[in-house]
């Protein structure tokens, strides 16, 4: 894979992850600050990176990082994850 192609993935997976932060429930914020904790949804699945403040430079060659998952939902289950676009490079 070209080091475009790892940034590309890099910066999509960064774009999930903060849309699925700005989008949060706040039913479960409530439940954060010492309220009545929500009843459990029948699926909700999230997902963040480990170290979400590392920059990516534009020349580097290969880029990995871990993304944890984490079920919310009333029962376990098993999920698929895929690519199924690579963003454009900003500027």
Do not use: C
Request: hydrophobic share 45%; glycine share 6%.
């Amino acid at each position: 894979m070209t080091s475009k192609k790892i940034i590309r993935t890099g910066l999509y997976i960064f774009l999930v992850v903060l849309a699925l932060i700005l989008f949060q429930r706040p039913d479960m914020a409530n439940a954060e600050k010492g309220g009545e904790p929500p009843a459990k949804p029948d699926r909700l699945i999230t997902m963040a990176v480990e170290y979400p403040g590392v920059k990516i430079a534009r020349d580097v060659d290969e880029v990995s990082m871990d993304i944890i998952f984490h079920n919310r939902g009333k029962s376990d289950e098993n999920v698929n994850l895929w690519i199924a676009q690579k963003p454009p490079w900003p500027g």
